[in-house]
């Protein structure tokens, strides 16, 4: 299994640019979240979803949108780069019933 | 206030010692409790579940306060490869949502 992948591994964008940081895992776990990490604040949620069709808002959902069309997928889009958003991005997965979330890797995003 | 609070550190502390921290959470009625640990650029990864009797595993014993709503970890025998982040991660609802602390860095020097 290659668990939770995220891809890029790094993107540089300017303000205003839209981008989409993709996920996906090979588990089959229903929940899948996407998390941002800023030194000194940890790990504040964006959006979450508890299976395919179904998503809802975290904590710091603006600026962000997110669908979950398959079990396996869950992008992230940027609708329109701030620098406020520069950050470190990550995607995790955990089965229902389960508190054990799977993370993956990590995009290091930087807005200009 | 935030919703859990950690002491940031850095902790430094000799190979072989022994280091505890805190992590305070808001919500009395919080269910789920768990220390992660995330290295140096890398993704978080739990470490343990803490349970309401108190758990161990191997070096490292969590305990869970419930009375005083906190959490602690305690790591016997500092290695150099504990040197990381440790999280600590609460359910502070029913909710599908776990809430994160800002992490404690331990820093384990020879």
């Known amino acids: 299994n290659a668990g939770v992948t995220q891809t890029p591994k790094f993107q540089v964008l300017k303000t205003g640019q839209s981008m989409t940081l993709q996920c996906a895992q090979d588990?089959?776990?229903?929940?899948m979240s996407w998390y941002r990490q800023d030194p000194g604040m940890g790990l504040r949620l964006i959006h979450y979803?508890?299976?395919?069709?179904?998503?809802d808002q975290g904590e710091v959902p603006n600026g962000y949108n997110v669908s979950r069309s398959t079990t396996e997928d869950f992008p992230l889009r940027l609708l329109s780069a701030a620098p406020s958003q520069t950050s470190v991005y990550f995607c995790?997965?955990?089965?229902?019933?389960?508190?054990?979330?799977?993370f993956g890797p990590g995009t290091r995003l930087t807005v200009t | 206030r935030k919703e859990v609070e950690q002491d940031p550190g850095p902790f430094n502390v000799p190979e072989g010692a022994t280091v505890a921290f805190n992590c305070t959470y808001s919500n009395s009625a919080s269910q789920s409790f768990f220390w992660y640990r995330q290295d140096c650029r890398k993704e978080p990864k739990l470490l343990m579940s803490v349970y309401s009797s108190g758990n161990e595993d191997g070096r490292f014993t969590a305990q869970l306060n419930r009375a005083s709503q906190y959490i602690s970890l305690l790591i016997r025998d500092s290695k150099l490869s504990d040197s990381a982040t440790y999280l600590c991660?609460?359910?502070?609802?029913?909710?599908?949502?776990?809430?994160f602390g800002g992490g404690t860095r331990l820093m384990v020097k020879p």
């Open positions: 979803s508890v299976g395919a069709g179904i998503t």
């Open positions: 991660v609460v359910n502070l609802s029913a909710g599908n949502m776990l809430t």
């Open positions: 995790a997965s955990r089965k229902g019933g389960s508190y054990e979330q799977y």
């Open positions: 588990m089959n776990h229903e929940y």
